[in-house]
Structures are given as structure tokens and as C-alpha cells.
Nanobody, 124 residues
Framework: QVQLVESGGGLAQPGENLRLSCAPA???????????MAWARQAPGKEREMVAT???????NYARFASGRFTIYRDNAKNTVYLSLNNLRPEDTGVYYC???????????????WGQGTQVTVSS
């Protein structure tokens, strides 16, 4: 099973931006362009929730809270999926996970292949 590796999390002030990256572990036989990819997040004490999906055909969907602020996209040459987080709010704090397999934003945030997560903390 392929290992997905996230990076790019950190501490941000409200209103700032971060960009998260997700790529298969080095040497893995896995192409993000040939798979349904997604991002989910889990805030402290809450269940994991879907944030954005990018399917193999290039269709994109966002959770309501993410629409207009977050952008999911992929760079096929770098075999990487990104999640740009703009105008961050304290309520965006949580662990952000990359997923391979989930296609629809309405699906539960389980199943498929998950990365280890990257922490995003938004605080002044």
C-alpha cells in the first residue's frame, strides 16, 4: 500500500495563508493524476471531516466552510496534490490529512489510503 506524505502545516495568524502538500513516498508506484485525491481535517475533540476532493477527471468539490478560501489542485509533473489555505481562521485549526480514494465531498472521511497528517494551528 502506498504511503502518502503530507507537509506544509504550521502556525499561522488569522488571515494568513498556508499551503499543504501531499505526495506519495519516494519510489512509490502511485500517480496522483490517476487517483481520486482528497483532503480532510480533524479538529481537537471532533470527528474527521472532508475538506476538498479532486477526482481523476479533474472535478473539484469543497466543503461549505472551505469554498472560496481553500483551493485543491495537483501538479502532475511533481506528482503532488496541494491544498492552499487562505484567510485562515482559528476554527481551521486541526490536523489535515491527505487521502487517496475518496471521490465525493459527501462521503464520510474514512476509507482509502491516508497520510499521517500535518498540523495546522491558527492563532494570534
Amino acid at each position: 500500500q502506498v504511503q502518502l506524505v503530507e507537509s506544509g502545516g504550521g502556525l499561522a495568524q488569522p488571515g494568513e495563508n498556508l499551503r499543504l502538500s501531499c505526495a506519495p513516498a519516494s519510489g512509490a508506484d502511485f500517480s496522483v493524476s490517476l487517483n481520486n485525491m482528497a483532503w480532510a481535517r480533524q479538529a481537537p475533540g471532533k470527528e474527521r471531516e472532508m475538506v476538498a476532493t479532486l477526482d481523476r477527471a479533474g472535478n473539484i468539490n469543497y466543503a461549505r466552510f472551505a469554498s472560496g478560501r481553500f483551493t485543491i489542485y495537483r501538479d502532475n509533473a511533481k506528482n503532488t496534490v496541494y491544498l492552499s489555505l487562505n484567510n485562515l481562521r482559528p476554527e481551521d485549526t486541526g490536523v489535515y490529512y491527505c487521502n487517496a480514494g475518496i471521490r465525493r465531498i459527501t462521503e464520510p472521511a474514512r476509507g482509502g489510503i491516508w497520510g499521517q497528517g500535518t498540523q495546522v494551528t491558527v492563532s494570534s
